[in-house]
């Protein structure tokens, strides 16, 4: 892949690195799409069970966006904006919230604007004690663009998600976590570690397993609880019949004797 992006992978565990430290690496477009590439190439190969996305650097995960690259687009019109700037954007947070791996962003700095909205995208995130957040865009006239209006709201209310967006301020690791952004927030030399054994426990499971709970989950987030419990049950029964779910029975069975079950210890 290109320069911009750096990826590794070991074993079951892919590591994708925005790797633009001069810039904090602020997403061109043209790392806009190394990152959709990767991730739809990671996604297809059966050896990858988790991702893990970071930056390069000890200052940022990401700044957010190339503003000077932007700037040209609207330069050119609304157009020329809304498919060079938006439209990028909107596709790739989409993509990794809807990507059947599971993607955890490990934010070791800054997660500004675009940073910020790939962390609200991401399934899972982790976050160094000195990571701070932003979503400055009322600062250039604009709202977000990357689904900042919508995931943030959705994870964090609507009250404290408007605080943040009509002002632009920053605002810290402990207050990302309180509001749901961020799983876990850790010690700097430790987060790539935590990281990392949380992907690790995550890739031990099923990936059929796993696919069809990020599935069930993303999508049903968004919609009536009935219409979620019907994509829950289509889910299930998609696997029904599989050898992930009957290996997995059988080792339950295994390891939990008759008379154990008789008394009502299942595990549920």
Known sequence: MNDVLLIDVDGPIATLTLNRPDKLNAISYELADALSAALDHLEARSDVRVVILTGAGDRAF??????????????????AAVQDFVRRGQRLTGQIEALRTPVIVAVNG????GGCEITEAAPIALAASEAVF?????????????????RLARQAGR???????LTGESFGAERALEMGLVNAV???SELFEAVRDLA??????????????????TRGINVPIDEGLRMEREAFAQL??????REGLGRWIDAHPARERRQGRTGS
């Open 62 to 79: 990401c700044a957010g966006a190339d503003i000077p690259q932007f700037a040209k687009s609207i330069e050119l019109g609304r157009e």
């Open 110 to 113: 800054l997660a500004y604007g």
């Open 134 to 150: 932003a979503k400055p865009e009322v600062l250039l006239g604009m709202p977000p663009t990357f689904g900042g209006t919508q």
């Open 159 to 165: 009250k404290r998600s408007l605080e943040l967006l």
């Open 186 to 188: 850790v010690p700097r």
């Open 200 to 217: 690790t426990r995550i890739a031990a499971q099923e990936p059929e397993a796993v696919a069809a709970i990020l599935t069930a989950t």
């Open 240 to 245: 029904v019949g599989s050898r992930a779910l």
